[in-house]
């Protein structure tokens, strides 16, 4: 069973439009992640949350934004989509800072 | 700029011999380093990671040689199997300091002919 579930599991967007793609976690850990995949570029992070607090941002675009409703989620919003953003987003989780684990990922296809 | 660097970009290898894959990297603080395997379509695995007070982890038919001194790091992966064929992808943090973000090399492609 997959311990870190991340939905939907492909996702095509409309430029401008907004999607939230989502992510739970069943691994009890207090740590979650998202990173980004592309081809042109090498797995990349983007936010960091501990016990819900942000700890880390490295997104430069203020249009993502991670939410968080409770301990395992760590869902994430972006706004005024790009075809740049085409990407697959995972989410990651760990206990502390080591030993991170990834979701399957979503891929996403803006155009 | 790349703060991981891994080479060589795609690899092959005959089933039963050992796979050299290798990874440097530039800052100086990064003390904690693992190893992903990623399937297509899949999320990376976590195979094997070391710290940086170690030279050498052992896990299987998978080793981690590191060279503090060089900034250098390699995986080796012995006795490969067709089922080894991945991307493999080096990473650093500050793991030892709470770092919550790992840097990523821009993968090595592992193909094991049979």
């Known amino acids: 069973d997959p311990k870190i579930i991340q939905k939907p599991k492909y996702l095509v967007a409309v430029t401008g439009s907004e999607k939230i793609l989502i992510c739970e976690q069943y691994?009890?850990?207090?740590?979650m992640y998202w990173y980004r995949q592309s081809a042109k570029k090498p797995l990349e992070f983007m936010f960091s949350y501990s016990y819900q607090k942000l700890m880390d941002n490295q997104t430069a675009s203020s249009r993502f934004q991670p939410q968080s409703s409770k301990k395992n989620h760590l869902d994430l919003q972006i706004t005024a989509l790009k075809p740049d953003d085409s990407a697959t987003y995972f989410c990651?989780?760990?206990?502390?800072?080591?030993?991170?684990?990834f979701g399957k990922g979503t891929r996403l296809t803006v155009v | 700029q790349q703060q991981v660097r891994q080479s060589p970009q795609s690899l092959t290898v005959w089933e039963g011999e050992t796979a050299i894959l290798n990874c440097s990297y530039e800052n100086s603080a990064f003390d904690y380093f693992p190893w992903y395997q990623q399937f297509p379509g899949e999320g990376p695995a976590l195979l094997i990671s070391i710290l940086s007070v170690s030279d050498k982890k052992e896990d299987g038919r998978f080793t981690i040689f590191f060279n503090k001194r060089e900034k250098k790091l390699s995986l080796h992966i012995a006795d490969s199997q067709p089922g080894d064929s991945a991307t493999y992808f080096c990473a650093a943090s500050w793991g030892s300091s709470g770092s919550w973000q790992l840097i990523f090399g821009s993968g090595t492609q592992l193909t094991v002919m049979p």
């Open positions: 990651a989780s760990s206990q502390d800072a080591t030993e991170v684990f």
């Open positions: 691994l009890g850990h207090n740590a």
